[in-house]
Every structure is written in structure tokens, then in C-alpha cells.
T-cell receptor, first 116, second 117 residues
Framework: GAVVSQHPSRVICKSGTSVKIECRSLDFQATTMFWYRQFPKQSLMLMATSNEGSKATYEQGVEKDKFLINHASLTLSTLTVTSAHPEDSSFYIC????????????FGDGTRLSIL | AQTVTQSQPEMSVQEAETVTLSCTYDTSESDYYLFWYKQPPSRQMILVIRQEAYKQQNATENRFSVNFQKAAKSFSLKISDSQLGDAAMYFCAYREGANFGNEKLTFGTGTRLTIIP
């Protein structure tokens, strides 16, 4: 099967801290990875699409300088929440797609980010 | 813009019974994919079933099947012989079928399914 690992699973840190979240495809190469944000009892909202070797494509309303995405290899994408504030507290989920555009996305376990 | 609507925030079903979760969507595209994802308390999103819009035949995966009505833009999920492990949040999702690299998933707001023992 297609396994996507996301680390860390939970982060609690002080306001002003930058936090990095990793998303790895363990048994396949992912040319495209996606980053979502999920508020409590709500749906997933796409933040950005990350393609290996190129700049991420951000959804409208998502600050690219706030949420830095790096997709340096076919198996790793990182999301860095810079100078995090309490309003950034949320559940962040990554997904990765193996192969062409007709392939489904496989999701990581998510990261619970809590900013004090 | 594409939208996905799940009008049932919560559903419950007796164990071993059948339940149907509703989903409607709005799009002007003719080529797209539809998905049902399951998010159990562990929070990992798991793909349950998917349907290509160009296929008339409804997708099935073991106890899970869909009723895809393209003209009505409806995509319901039927779970047969419900099991306790089916308890989760279920999300309907839409994706364009264009052969680009950045197609995004648009999710509905979810339906929380409870299985009654």
C-alpha cells in the first residue's frame, strides 16, 4: 500500500516560535504533495500544492510567507509555520499522490499544532 | 467554483444494517473524480472508494458502494452490513480530471457516522 508518514504528530510551543512539519512518502515517490488545514469539526481546507523541485502553489488567502513549503525530494515535503501565533493552532494534514493525475491522494496521520 | 455539500452532519445505524450517506456537488466540468474518505478518531484520512465521472457503472469496494447520478450531481455512499469499525467521519470529495499536476480535492463538511451495537 501507499504509506505517508507525518511528523511530529503533536506540537505544543510558545507564540513566536517557528514549527516545521515533515511529510514523507515511505514506499513510493510523490511528485505532488498537498497540505491541508482542518479546524475542529470542520472539513479539510487545502492550503497549498507542492511539486518536487518547484515553488508551491498556494490557495487564495493562505500567506506563503507564513506557511513555507519545501518539496526538496520525491519523498519529502515540509511545512514551516513561521512565527506561529495562537490563531495558527490547528490540525495540519499532508497528502501525497503517487504517479499521474488519475491517482488518489494518500494522507498522513496529521499534526496537531497548539500555540500557547 | 466547485462545491461539495453533505447535508447530513450526523448519521447513526444499527450494527449489521445498511446506511446511505448523501453527497451532492456542483461543477461545470465533465471530467472529474469523486471520492469518499473516512476519518476515524485516529484522524488519518483513508480512501474508501472513488468514482470516475466518465464511468457509468457505480464503483463498489466490498461492503461499500456508491450511487453516482451524474445528471443530478449526486454521489451517495452505501455501507452494507455496518460494523463497529465503520464509525468515523466520512468526507465526500471532488477533483477535476484535467491532466495537470496540481488538481486539488474539494471536500464536503463531513458526516459523522455512529454505529449502534
Amino acid at each position: 500500500g501507499a504509506v505517508v508518514s507525518q511528523h511530529p504528530s503533536r506540537v505544543i510551543c510558545k507564540s513566536g516560535t517557528s514549527v516545521k512539519i515533515e511529510c514523507r512518502s515511505l514506499d513510493f515517490q510523490a511528485t505532488t504533495m498537498f497540505w491541508y488545514r482542518q479546524f475542529p469539526k470542520q472539513s479539510l481546507m487545502l492550503m497549498a500544492t507542492s511539486n518536487e523541485g518547484s515553488k508551491a502553489t498556494y490557495e487564495q488567502g493562505v500567506e506563503k510567507d507564513k506557511f513555507l513549503i519545501n518539496h526538496a525530494s520525491l519523498t519529502l515535503s515540509t511545512l514551516t509555520v513561521t512565527s506561529a501565533h495562537p490563531e495558527d493552532s490547528s490540525f495540519y494534514i499532508c497528502s501525497a499522490r503517487r504517479g499521474g493525475s488519475n491517482q488518489p491522494q494518500h494522507f498522513g496521520d496529521g499534526t496537531r499544532l497548539s500555540i500557547l | 467554483a466547485q462545491t461539495v455539500t453533505q447535508s447530513q452532519p450526523e448519521m447513526s445505524v444499527q450494527e449489521a444494517e445498511t446506511v446511505t450517506l448523501s453527497c451532492t456537488y456542483d461543477t461545470s466540468e465533465s471530467d472529474y473524480y469523486l471520492f469518499w474518505y473516512k476519518q476515524p478518531p485516529s484522524r488519518q484520512m483513508i480512501l474508501v472508494i472513488r468514482q470516475e465521472a466518465y464511468k457509468q457503472q457505480n464503483a463498489t469496494e466490498n461492503r461499500f458502494s456508491v450511487n453516482f447520478q451524474k445528471a443530478a450531481k449526486s454521489f451517495s455512499l452505501k455501507i452494507s452490513d455496518s460494523q463497529l469499525g465503520d464509525a468515523a467521519m466520512y468526507f465526500c470529495a471532488y477533483r477535476e480530471g484535467a491532466n495537470f499536476g496540481n488538481e486539488k480535492l474539494t471536500f464536503g463538511t463531513g458526516t459523522r457516522l455512529t454505529i449502534i451495537p
